[in-house]
């Protein structure tokens, strides 16, 4: 995770602690907020966040705590590093469709030029960017992003 990224996610992760803390001192109403926050930072964790991804020779796997899938290095036609600058001018303004600041952004990326992409980022800098021959686009920030294109290029 990148600094800003880290910032906000430890922030909303103190959010239900001071939620169960006023539920503590006597605001019960606070509980149930609590406890909402705590379930969607839980479905956050293992649904919409990876955990990696793992270039094998004839797919790459993204892996959730719940969840796999594979994308057919065949259906792969590009892949590329892509600074913040490259990104703007690549894709325009976004919206952002999915879960976002807990951890990173994960989900869907409404964009002006490029339409849906699919997005798996924890920093705000360093993207891969993976384009598809009949599908959309992914936008992903893995660990090491250099080697990782370069294995995904071969």
């Known amino acids: 995770m990148c600094r800003l990224i880290l910032i906000l996610t430890v922030v909303l992760l ?9 539920a503590a001192l006597g605001a019960r109403v606070l509980a149930a907020p609590a406890l909402f926050a705590i379930l969607i ?25 719940l969840k ?15 600074t ?29 030029r490029r339409g849906i992409v699919q ?3 924890s920093r705000i800098e360093r993207f891969v960017w993976i384009e598809r021959v009949s599908a959309r686009p992914w936008l992903i920030t893995p660990d090491q992003p250099e080697a990782f294109v370069r294995a995904l290029s071969r």
Not at 42 to 64: D, E, G, N, Q, S
Not at 68 to 82: D, F, H, N, P, T
């Open 119 to 121: 997005m798996y980022i």
């Open 68 to 82: 796999r899938r594979e994308l057919e290095r065949a259906e792969i036609v590009g892949v590329r590093l892509m």
């Open 41 to 65: 930072f839980m479905w956050v964790w293992t649904r919409f966040r990876p955990t990696a991804f793992i270039v094998h020779p004839h797919a790459l796997a993204v892996v959730w705590p």
């Open 84 to 112: 913040r600058q490259e990104l703007r001018d690549e894709v325009g303004w976004g919206l952002r469709v999915g879960a976002g600041g807990l951890w990173g952004g994960f989900g869907w990326l409404w964009t002006a």
């Open 14 to 22: 103190a959010l239900p602690l001071a939620l169960l803390a006023g």
